[in-house]
């Protein structure tokens, strides 16, 4: 049994999201759990970096931890662990609605070429890009409403509020760019799907799902660790069980 989880946050958010999971992760099986904020989010105050300088931090706090871990990747975030997750400490992957990158890949590229090539409907759904707002240091922050709508569809009024007053900007340019690595080629690995995602379709997640070692659907939207902690910390649960 592995006894540490390293969680990764995705775009626009920070360690903060997953303050639900720490405790429930403590209490269902004694897990210690490490959230990370990547540089420049949450409550870090370096500069931002691309997506290797992320991966690179996660591979500092996997150096610094020093024991077998599982790593958690949410939404951007599995960008980040795809390429990060070769760290000889790391035990399982899990992806939550995160993007499980190819080699040459993007989350822009895989939002689109896989989108397109699956035939997917994006009828009565949100437009999450409409809600995207472009600085000129090429960062971007996301619109309220569509934040709210996108990201949190299914959390109540209290926690939407709570997490909207901690997202802050992200780099473009780090969807744009792909792994130097695909660990989930060589690790073992878990895809949670979220079944009403307004952010990651959930036919694109199945799609990314088919390169990992295990899949789990969820009726949940695209931040369950909010809205469903319980149902997350389960799952972590029995990954490290197995682990």
């Not at 958010?13 to 429930?24: K, M, T, V």
């Not at 890009?129 to 990201?151: E, H, M, S, Y």
């Not at 997640?205 to 088919?210: D, F, S």
């Amino acid at each position: 049994m592995t006894d540490n989880v390293v969680l990764v946050h995705g775009a626009w958010c920070g360690a903060w999201c997953w303050e639900r999971i720490i405790p429930a992760l403590l209490e269902r099986g004694g897990l210690r759990a490490t959230a990370i904020d990547l540089p420049g989010h949450g409550g870090d105050a370096t500069e931002m970096t691309d997506l290797h300088g992320d991966a690179t931090r996660v591979a500092e706090i996997l150096d610094e931890l020093g024991e077998p871990a599982i790593l958690v990747g949410h939404s951007y975030g599995g960008a980040v662990i795809t390429e990060a997750g070769d760290h000889p400490l790391v035990q399982h992957l899990v992806f939550i609605a995160g993007m499980a990158l190819d080699a040459g890949e993007s989350c822009q590229k895989a939002a689109t070429e896989q989108v397109a090539a699956a035939g997917i409907d994006w009828k009565g759904r949100p437009n999450f890009g409409k809600g995207f707002i472009l600085a000129p240091d090429n960062t971007v922050t996301l619109d309220p409403a569509i934040a709210a709508q996108c990201l949190f569809s299914d959390c109540d009024e209290a926690t939407v509020a709570w997490a909207l007053n901690l997202l802050g900007p992200h780099p473009l340019g780090n969807l744009q760019q792909g792994p130097s690595r695909t660990a989930w080629r060589t690790k073992p690995s878990t895809y949670a799907v979220c079944a009403d995602d307004f952010v990651v379709h959930p036919v694109l997640q199945r799609i990314l799902a088919k390169r990992c070692t295990s899949v789990v659907e969820w009726p949940t939207g695209h931040s369950p660790f909010l809205s469903d902690p319980g149902r997350v910390a389960g799952l972590l649960t029995e990954v490290a069980q197995g682990s």
